[in-house]
Nanobody, 127 residues
Framework: VQLRESGPGLVKPSQTLSLTCTVS??????????WTWIRQTPGKGLEWLGY???????YYSPSLKGRSDISRDTSKNQFTLQLYSVTPEDTAVYYC????????????????????WGQGTQVTVSS
């Protein structure tokens, strides 16, 4: 299974960031994974953002305070992160990743054990 992120490298403050993860070599429906978004900022390490499961259920990090949506396009085998009202603090390298189903606590804590990762894409929030 391969994952590849795509989206704008630069977003203005207060706008919406939209990133897409294209999955190949597997299906986001029939492969029983949690399709996840994670970001990394210098000095803060990995931050778990949320997932959409193979069944379409979603779970988001409380730290995003309702600013995010994760959706999927099964016809394109893609899933998408939308992050609203971005600020410079949302500047990071964003990764899509996949893990076998875990509890939310485990999913947040053992990101280094995820099964598949994209290469990451840099997003800068700046005017």
């Amino acid at each position: 299974v391969q994952l590849r992120e795509s989206g704008p490298g630069l977003v203005k403050p207060s706008q919406t960031l939209s990133l897409t993860c294209t999955v190949s070599g597997g299906s986001i429906i029939t492969n029983y994974y949690y399709w996840t978004w994670i970001r990394q900022t210098p000095g803060k390490g990995l931050e778990w953002l949320g997932y959409i499961s193979y069944s379409g259920s979603t779970y988001y990090s409380p730290s995003l305070k309702g600013r995010s949506d994760i959706s999927r396009d099964t016809s394109k085998n893609q899933f998408t992160l939308q992050l609203y009202s971005v600020t410079p603090e949302d500047t990071a390298v964003y990764y899509c990743a996949a893990t076998k189903p875990l509890s939310v606590y485990q999913a947040m804590c053992i990101m280094d054990e995820y099964d598949y990762w994209g290469q990451g894409t840099q997003v800068t929030v700046s005017s």
